[in-house]
T-cell receptor, first 115, second 113 residues
Framework: GAGVSQSPSNKVTEKGKDVELRCDPI?????LYWYRQSLGQGLEFLIY????????KSGLPSDRFSAERTGGSVSTLTIQRTQQEDSAVYLC?????????????FGNGTRLTVT | DAKTTQPPSMDCAEGRAANLPCNHS???????VYWYRQIHSQGPQYIIH???NNETNEMASLIITEDRKSSTLILPHATLRDTAVYYC??????????????FGSGTQLTVLP
């Protein structure tokens, strides 16, 4: 079946420009997570959605980062006025419920390069 | 969440079983053991998870010791496509525990032809 889909797979942008990253979770998955992974590093949590609401957005690094989810499905992560330190792979994951025994299924990420 | 310790690298001959160990000596009773793998340029792929009992699915088997302080992921017939970094993590049963998802360094498994 279809997995988590992210687009674009690669994005190169100039410093100061805004970018939008999209995540299509697995159908029926109520919980959706955004992480980022810098080169050779582990996962850094950004935000968690349950349905369309975000009970935990504590991982967003600054007010330049925002995310929304509509229809309990697609989510968009927006980074305004991008900086070079924003360069990373942005990963989206979904799971049927937020409980700890519910495996996260990840997309292949969007590789963001800010020049 | 409890920390895990894994060997940095392992080799395995194609067609043989790959046994990947993980130590999680500080695991608590409400924490699951999860295994993921990551192939270069792809997102982490879920493999298997368990609480106390051994588990098996179409990808692998998970053997958890009786004291739950360590576990072994078994790929019964490794193929070249199984070459990846394998991560063992522990995760609380509570909702929202995915916030603390910590992958660590993992084990680089190389399957040799």
């Amino acid at each position: 079946g279809a997995g988590v889909s992210q687009s674009p797979s690669n994005k190169v942008t100039e410093k100061g420009k805004d970018v939008e990253l999209r995540c299509d979770p697995i159908s029926g998955h109520t919980a959706l997570y955004w992480y980022r992974q810098s080169l050779g590093q582990g996962l850094e949590f950004l935000i968690y959605f349950q349905g369309n609401s975000a009970p935990d957005k504590s991982g967003l690094p600054s007010d330049r980062f925002s995310a929304e989810r509509t229809g309990g499905s697609v989510s968009t992560l927006t980074i305004q006025r991008t900086q070079q330190e924003d360069s990373a792979v942005y990963l989206c994951a979904s799971t049927p419920t937020p409980a700890g025994n519910s495996p996260l299924h990840f997309g292949n990420g969007t590789r963001l390069t800010v020049t | 969440d409890a920390k895990t310790t894994q060997p940095p690298s392992m080799d395995c001959a194609e067609g043989r079983a790959a046994n990947l160990p993980c130590n999680h000596s500080t695991i608590s009773g409400n924490e699951y053991v999860y295994w993921y793998r990551q192939i270069h340029s792809q997102g982490p792929q879920y493999i298997i998870h368990g609480l106390k009992n051994n588990e098996t699915n179409e990808m692998a088997s998970l053997i958890i010791t009786e004291d739950r302080k360590s576990s072994t992921l078994i790929l019964p017939h490794a193929t070249l496509r199984d070459t990846a970094v394998y991560y063992c993590i522990v995760r609380s049963i509570s909702s929202g525990s995915a916030r603390q998802l910590t992958f660590g360094s993992g084990t680089q498994l190389t399957v040799l032809p």
